[in-house]
């Protein structure tokens, strides 16, 4: 469904996915309504996947940045060029069932609620997740079963397919662009928006079908990974937690090139801005949803 005037826009990052990308855009367009808008935003592909797209009239934008931006980067270079109030994000290998859009548009009609997801199923065992909770340290996120049959509150929302409104997605601060290549970017969203006062919700009666491969078509890497959860713990975590999780990351082998690199970047200066505006933080998170981390024996 698409409320009267309220256009939808899907931002589809995309980088080397072969067959997989006209797959999705064709499931995609074929459960949308004719006025929304699908944008692909080609990653520095070398394969020549989104050219594939060509054939589809006006339904379908390509964009080619200069340069390769990563999963979150690129959904924010997306987002600043669509036009809809309403921003789904989803990855280059999905599939969807017909009517997914009416559930997901209905939850966002909750001023509270600031992002919403599907269950996603995986393509290969067809198990399904419900949002995600971590599990442990060093952050180890994990899927959640379905705990009810209407929209309900969990700790992240997968980026695979997430859904916003237009005006919380950029006054929340979008996906955060320090976030490099690929990892944790969503779940550093789905942490903010609960710290600023938003929830997020699970939508189960949508289901999401998502290929989750055991190898990419691409160079993924450790350090991309190490260096996004280590950005995401000095954003948002106070002593001793902080320096109990770096304690954790530290023993990765790339560790030192991750640091490294977040301390050359704005990792400091984001962190103070969103602890000028957050109504929450990190203590009340994890004791909101009982994740079993250290607790602080005073406020830093």
């Known amino acids: ?148 049959s209407t929209p309900y509150a969990v700790p992240f929302l997968g980026g695979g397919f997430l859904v916003m409104r237009r005006d919380v997605f950029f006054r929340s601060g979008a996906f955060d662009p320090g976030f490099i290549r690929w990892g944790s970017e969503d779940i550093e969203l789905s942490l903010r928006l609960w710290m600023l006062g938003w929830e997020c919700r699970v939508v189960p009666a949508v289901e999401v079908v998502h290929d989750f491969r055991t190898s990419f078509p691409y160079a993924v890497g450790d350090e991309p990974v190490v260096h996004n959860q280590l950005r995401l713990s000095v954003l948002h975590f106070r002593q001793p937690r902080l320096a109990a999780l770096v304690s954790s990351l530290a023993e990765d082998p790339q560790f030192g090139a991750a640091a490294s690199r977040l301390f050359a970047g704005d990792v400091l200066e984001r962190r103070m801005q969103i602890e000028r505006v957050r109504r929450y933080d990190d203590e009340w998170f994890t004791d909101a949803f009982g994740i079993p981390f250290e607790r602080r024996s005073a406020r830093a």
């Open 1 to 148: 469904m698409e409320a009267p005037g309220v256009p939808v826009s899907v931002v589809i990052p995309s980088h080397d996915e072969g067959h997989r990308l006209a797959s999705t855009v064709d499931s995609l367009l074929a459960a949308l309504p004719l006025t929304a808008e699908v944008i692909v935003v080609d990653d520095c592909s070398t394969d020549g996947s989104a050219d594939r797209l060509d054939y589809i009239d006006g339904r379908v934008r390509v964009l080619r940045p200069p340069e390769r931006l990563g999963v979150a980067g690129a959904r924010n270079y997306g987002a600043s060029v669509s036009r809809g109030s309403l921003l789904v994000f989803c990855d280059a290998h999905v599939s969807v069932a017909p009517g997914w859009l009416r559930p997901l548009a209905e939850a966002l009609t909750v001023a509270d609620v600031g992002a919403v997801a599907p269950g996603i199923t995986s393509m290969d065992v067809g198990a399904t997740g419900y949002g995600l909770t971590w599990v442990g340290r060093p952050l180890q996120a994990e899927w959640l079963e379905r705990f009810a």
